[in-house]
């Protein structure tokens, strides 16, 4: 019957996550040693320094679609070539046909226009959100 083979799939899936969450400790432990590591040292060249009121970098997921950088890159070729203020899904689309990204139906243009909406929003000082016909739009300041 099906039930061993779906039991011995359930057992091989299990010890795979296990596998994956016991490798996953072992990296947190060492990262909180290097942690530790690191704060003893600061403390050796400033002793009153507080490192744990210090912020935690924030880790961006990387895609497939750009390198490091190179969203925002386009983005401002884009709105420099633009007489005025565009909205950010014509960005995302004029990225998209910038990068000779294939649109499949609306799943990758909605990822692809909110990587470029979170590339608008970290750059305040020189691209700024304007109000265009009810609409957000951007441009460069």
Avoid at 22 to 47: C, G, I, S, Y
Wanted: charged letters at 30%.
């Amino acid at each position: 019957m099906a039930e061993p083979d779906i039991i011995s799939a359930l057992r091989d899936k299990r010890t795979e996550l296990a596998g994956v969450v016991k490798r996953l400790e072992q990296q947190l432990a060492q990262h909180r040693v290097n942690l530790a590591h690191v704060d003893a040292t600061m403390l050796l060249f400033e002793p009153g320094i507080a490192a744990d009121t210090l912020a935690a970098n924030q880790q961006r997921a990387r895609n497939d679609w750009f390198r490091q950088g190179e969203c925002l890159r386009l983005i401002y070729d884009v709105l420099r070539g633009a007489p005025h203020p565009l909205p950010t899904r014509e960005i995302a689309e004029r990225v998209m046909t910038a990068k000779g990204i294939q649109d499949d139906g609306g799943r990758t243009r909605e990822l692809i226009q909110k990587t470029v909406l979170g590339s608008l929003n970290r750059k305040p000082e020189t691209i700024e959100r304007v109000e265009a016909a009810g609409a957000v739009a951007w441009r460069v300041i």
